[in-house]
């Protein structure tokens, strides 16, 4: 299995609803990554998790709430988010483990389309 | 912190002309990676390297990395239509863990 999958694939959610988006990966990949990605722009970083700890966190708002139940499962819990942070979220996976200066490639999944009113 | 300046941002080309970006790092890479995002998708991995002055190539593509490991280029022989999309450049290096520096992208048309 050499995918990255996430669901849902499209989420419209108000402004005080409260959301999670799932990723998940097969491949004994040791860190996953959370990006934003707005239209015609590079993904931004989010998070950064490495053996199930948060390893980079890019100064995101605490309305975005990432978890790592398992080395396979990562999670972005969302509440009282703004129409600004609609965006395409994807989530990436690879192998680990870390070096200064270094990173391997990255495996994205498909993303998740969220649309917030 | 790190930047990845990435040219031209658009280029439009008929089918059968070349196409070629480049990135520029403001510190030295210990690797630079391509990838592609094909309008709707999501970045999907094309090539990466790793050793100063490397020249790889993948069919119609071929990829470069520069001496002083700060600058890269990804060209692409007589276009065809399968090769719309984004093109993201992404560098590693300096003193972060697992993190990648993307290029702003540049959006390929090609004509038919």
């Known amino acids: 299995d050499t995918e990255v999958t996430q669901t849902p694939k499209h989420l419209v959610m108000g402004m005080t609803n409260k959301k999670s988006l799932k990723c998940e990966q097969h491949?004994?990949?040791?860190?996953m990554y959370w990006y934003k990605q707005k239209a015609k722009k590079p993904p931004e970083l989010m998070f950064v998790y490495s053996y199930e700890k948060l390893s980079i966190n890019e100064s995101v708002p605490s309305r975005f709430s990432p978890e790592c139940p398992n080395s396979s499962l990562l999670n972005l819990h969302l509440h009282a988010l703004q129409p600004e942070d609609s965006a395409l979220y994807l989530c990436?996976?690879?192998?680990?483990?870390?070096?200064?200066?270094?990173?391997?490639?990255?495996?994205f999944g498909p993303g998740t389309r969220l649309l917030v009113l | 912190g790190q930047q990845v300046m990435q040219i031209p941002q658009y280029q439009h080309v008929q089918e059968g002309e070349d196409f070629t970006t480049y990135c520029n790092s403001s510190t030295t890479l210990s690797n630079i990676q391509w990838y592609k995002q094909r309008p709707g998708g999501h970045p999907v991995f094309l090539i990466q390297?790793?050793?100063?002055?490397e020249v790889k190539k993948q069919k119609r593509l071929t990829f470069q990395f520069g001496e002083a490991k700060k600058n890269s280029s990804l060209h692409i022989t007589a276009t065809q239509t399968t090769d719309v999309g984004t093109y993201f450049c992404a560098g590693a290096g300096g003193t972060s863990y697992g993190k990648l520096t993307f290029g702003q992208g540049t959006i390929l048309t090609v004509h038919p």
């Open positions: 990436a996976s690879n192998p680990g483990p870390f070096r200064i200066g270094g990173a391997e490639t990255q495996y």
């Open positions: 491949m004994g990949h040791r860190a």
């Open positions: 390297l790793v050793k100063s002055g």
